[in-house]
């Protein structure tokens, strides 16, 4: 525990600490999308990881069915300020897609079918801390949401758990991506209301 | 090492107007913060429950020492403790400073234009006080929207700074209370006051607008629209749900 401060009692006006500053919880799963959802079939889906000096890994669908499977449940936040608590999804671990992937990158670009990207730190994505997504609630994850499969930062702000997820490219530098191009943060913590850049 | 907490203690707390302080932190080795950065700020409660906002640096010293101004929000969870009931001696613990966008380099060639709303004149006095503090020739315009005058942060400072130094400029618009001997009355900030007030496009300068969201949306806007090119404009975002002030 950190330092005590006397007097200090706080407002715990949501009644949950699990809420980030400036957010608020919403029993829905609101969309936001640029533009329509891009239909992708899981036989033409496949899943890419680029290392900076241009070795390729990469799974179909099948392959990447056949890597061990986990179980997640966590909280997600959107930067438009509505935090959902305790969704579950099952997906990969990002470390074992990186498993046998050389790197001495420090940064990535997350790529999306429909030409949607986002940059994120690879210290974000390693260490239990990021997902390849494909069910919600026990369901296979819909297309509006980013079926047949997207990426779950949920430490980030939602615009990092790019949806149709198609592949990583590991970078010599920190780019940033569609929205990080628009204003938005580079890196989204929405604990420290990374919201603009 | 800005993303660690840690412990920094309260060295001195000046009030800055009825509702604001300035706090003095010292933080071990702590070797300064670049103008326009900020500091997390965690509090915790005896139970373990924890808050945490984050506060500008006012001060760009290059020492172990760096202050903040907190503007208390009545029904706020932490800025009336920081405000009221932090005393000097106390510890808490920070994160940071942060940020390598908001921010105003010695080395930076281009005229300023600085926009606070309210309490964010915080960011904005690291950048002056830098800037006073440099070699850096490059002009300087300040316009500060405040309440009232007695709202205003630093206001011994400005005043002696914008009578004195060649390089900065001061213009004020008053929300709800004029100043004595002021022509006209209390009123918000409005796009004709702000393009009249502010350098113009041709200058190219570098615009910082800082203060509550709702503020820093409408005159970004306002600047854009009026051909600012948005590239040359930072912002940074108090959150909170306050409207124009
Ligand atoms: C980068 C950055 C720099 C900053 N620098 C400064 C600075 O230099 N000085 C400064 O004074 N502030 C600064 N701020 C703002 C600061 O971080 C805090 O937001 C501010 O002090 C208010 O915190 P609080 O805990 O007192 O209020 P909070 O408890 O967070 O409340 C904020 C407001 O929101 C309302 N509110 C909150 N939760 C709810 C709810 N559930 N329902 C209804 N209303 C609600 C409250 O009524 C209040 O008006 C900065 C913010 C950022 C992001």
Redesign the pocket.
Known sequence: MGIISSGFHG?R??GNAAIP?GQ?ETGTFPVLTAGPAPYVARADWEFFITTEAGQRHAWSWDAFMALPQVDIRTDIHCVTSWSKLGTSWRGVSLDTLFEDVETASEFTTAHSYGGYTTNVPLRDLLGGKAWVAWEFDGEPLERAHGGPARLLVPHLYLWKSAKWINGIELMREDIPGFWESNGYHMHGDPWR?ERYS | MSTLWRVAEVVSGVPESET?RTIGLRVDGLNGSLAGQ?IDIRLTADDGYT?V????V?TAGMDEILE??????T??????YLVRDLMVGDQLEIRGPVGGWFVWRPTDTNTVQLIAGG?GI??LMSMIRAHEASENPSPFRLLYSLKSPEAGFYREELLTLSRESPKLTVDYVYTRKVPPGWAGAPKRLTAETLLATVLPAEAGPDIFICGQTMFVETVAGWLVQAGYPATSIKT???????GLR
Not at chain 2, 53 to 56: D, T
Not at chain 2, 75 to 80: H, K, L, N, Q, T
Not at chain 2, 236 to 242: H, L, Q, V, Y
């Open positions: 407002k006006r949501t500053p608020h209301e | 604001s900020h808050a906002r984050s506060y500008s006012a903040i101004t907190v503007d208390e929000l029904d706020g969870e932490v800025s009336p309490s915080v960011p940074e975002r108090f959150g909170g749900t306050g």
